[in-house]
């Protein structure tokens, strides 16, 4: 009998992440149809067998959709037919597999500032904040006043 892989999802209003966390992943077949993902493969060290299906809350653009296959994970972009948050991944009662990835999870509300998410700094600018600071250092504490720690020598 194939074992559940651990799914994780995100989302935005056109696309849905999904990440099949299995590790080296051989023989896999990914069917995917408008409205149902089914995964088989076999992977980890054991090489177990792991099943997955998943009929979706909505339509999907099986066209459009991509997968990139790692030795740590199975990766997949799934573009939906019609833009619009879901409030689940799945029709029907919730899958013990399926999983929220807080890595890639932003809220509905927040979306127009994904722009700034995207980048690994933040928005950070060094720059700007070097300006902040002074340039040449004048903004910074004086640090030639303070008292050392080390024992003095007799």
């Known amino acids: 009998m194939p074992l559940h892989p651990?799914?994780?999802?995100?989302?935005?209003?056109?696309l849905v992440y999904l990440t099949v966390e299995i590790s080296d992943?051989?023989?896999?077949k990914i069917d995917l149809t408008e409205n149902k993902l089914k995964f088989t493969g076999t992977g980890e060290k054991e090489q177990n067998e792991y099943e997955a299906e998943i009929e979706?809350?909505?339509?999907?653009?099986?066209?459009?959709?991509?997968?990139h296959l790692t030795a740590r994970n199975l990766t997949m972009v799934i573009y939906k037919k019609e833009e619009a948050w879901w409030p689940k991944l799945q029709?029907?009662?919730?899958?013990?597999?399926?999983?929220?990835?807080?890595q890639k999870w932003i809220?509905?509300?927040?979306?127009?500032?994904?722009?700034?998410?995207?980048?690994?700094?933040?928005?950070?600018?060094?720059?700007?904040?070097?300006a902040q600071a002074g340039a040449n250092g004048a903004g910074l504490p004086n640090l030639n006043n303070?008292?050392?720690l080390e024992p003095e020598a007799i």
């Open 6 to 14: 651990s799914v994780l999802w995100a989302q935005r209003a056109n």
């Open 25 to 28: 992943i051989k023989n896999h």
């Open 56 to 67: 979706f809350y909505a339509n999907v653009d099986v066209d459009k959709s991509k997968q």
């Open 91 to 102: 029709k029907g009662n919730k899958l013990n597999f399926v999983k929220v990835d807080f």
């Open 107 to 130: 809220d509905e509300d927040e979306e127009e500032e994904e722009g700034q998410l995207g980048d690994p700094m933040g928005g950070l600018d060094f720059q700007s904040l070097m």
């Open 146 to 148: 303070l008292v050392s």
